[in-house]
Structures are given as C-alpha cells and as structure tokens.
C-alpha cells in the first residue's frame, strides 16, 4: 500500500519562500499523477497543483499559478512545491496526494498527513 | 472552474439513522466524482470514486449515487465513527474543484 510522508512547512513571511517535499513509498511513483491540496484553518480542501508521472505536464490552481511550481524526481520519488511569492492567504496544511484514475484528472488516494506552512508578519 | 456546492452545511443525525448528503455541480461533471470523510485534525480519506465505487476498506454502508450535476452520498445506518465532515469533489474539467462540505453531527 502506498504512502506519503509531507515535509518542509514552516513560518515564513509575506513575499517569501518555501520548499515542500513529499516522499513516496510502495507504490510505482513514476506512473501516477501526483497532486497537492491545501486547506486553511478552519475551511474546506483547495486542489493547488498536479503532476504527470514522467513530469512533462503541469497545472495549477488560479490562485497559485506563477508562484508554485510543482516538480518530481522520479529517481528518488519525490514530489516537491516550490513555493515564491507567499501571501498571508497561502496559509494551509498542504497534502501531497496521488491522483487515481487513467487520465490526469483522478480522485485522490493516499493522502500524506500534511505539513503547515503559515505565512505571516 | 466548475463550482460544487454541497447541502446541507450541516446534518445532525442519531447513531443508526440515515445520512443523505447532497453534491451539485455548476455544470455536467458526468460519472468524475469523489466523496472524501474528513475527521477533526486528521487527514481526508477517500470513501467513493466515479459516483458509486466504494474505495478499497470502505463499509458498504456509504454508498454514491448520481450522474451529471446532481450526486447523493448516503450512509445507511450512521455509526459513531462516521460523525465528520464529508466533501465531494469533481476530477471531470481543470481546476479540480471541491465542494465546501457538509458535516455530519450528532443529534
């Protein structure tokens, strides 16, 4: 069975800079979509961003798009966010998840336990 | 970006009633729909994919149905552990799009 484990939240300022990493396991990594949500305190879920499995493909939410950059390392199955730009709405717990399916758009199952990053003065 | 919009905001419901948690979307998402439980601090699971099939350890009291704009989750009998927040979501157009949830309650 698959599993993800989140990394990389922190405390970071307005304007500035983050890097989330999410490391796969028992499961072919390099043949799935893979995706991050989000969800602010207290709120619902926020898809963010997806990946292809060889990494040639990427989309992005609206609110995040030219300031995320989603990436994999098929080598080391890893997935990673960078995150620039960050405003106080970015605020979240950030969940990696593999996307289920055929096609690029999927469901989302397993989920990492997800990070937090807070962006605040 | 195809909006879902999930009713009610709340449902309180007694241990062995049923659920029905409603899921529409602003246009046709056609069998591309997901329900996920969410409970208090934990990580969201995915219950249901394509409408109606029932992720793997999945009682067979959640069950999905629909098609289109309109879906239903229903939970036969609810038991102490499915008191949570439910969310649909749609995987049929980008962006991928969740609805806000209804949470379930005890009565």
């Known amino acids: 069975e698959g599993q993800l484990v989140d990394s990389g939240g922190g405390f970071v300022q307005p304007g500035g800079s983050l890097r989330l990493s999410c490391a796969a396991s028992?499961?072919?990594?390099?043949?799935?979509?893979m995706t991050w949500v989000r969800q602010a305190p207290g709120k619902g879920l926020e898809w963010v961003s997806a990946?292809?499995?060889?990494?040639?493909?990427?989309y992005y939410a609206d609110s995040v798009r030219g300031r995320f950059t989603i990436s994999r390392d098929n080598s080391k199955n890893t997935l990673s966010l960078q995150m620039n730009s960050l405003r106080a709405d970015d605020t979240a717990i950030y969940y990696c998840?593999?996307?289920?399916?055929?096609?690029?758009?999927?469901?989302?199952?397993?989920w990492g336990q997800g990070t937090l990053v807070t962006v605040s003065s | 970006e195809i909006v879902m919009t999930q009713s009610p905001a709340t449902l309180s419901v007694s241990p062995g009633e049923r659920a029905t948690l409603s899921c529409r979307a602003s246009?046709?998402?056609?069998?591309?729909l997901a329900w996920y439980q969410q409970k208090s601090g934990q990580t969201p699971r995915l219950l249901i994919y394509?409408?109606?099939t029932r992720a793997t350890g999945i009682p067979a009291r959640f069950s999905g149905s629909g098609s289109g704009t309109e879906f239903t989750l229903t939970i036969s009998s609810l038991q102490s552990d499915d008191f949570a927040v439910y969310y649909c979501?749609?995987?049929?157009?980008?962006?991928?799009?969740f609805g806000g949830g209804t949470k379930v309650e005890i009565k």
């Open positions: 998840a593999t996307s289920g399916g055929v096609a690029l758009r999927g469901w989302f199952d397993p």
């Open positions: 028992g499961f072919t990594f390099n043949t799935y979509v």
């Open positions: 990946i292809s499995g060889g990494g040639d493909s990427t």
């Open positions: 246009q046709s998402v056609s069998s591309n």
């Open positions: 394509d409408v109606s």
């Open positions: 979501q749609q995987y049929n157009n980008w962006p991928l799009t």
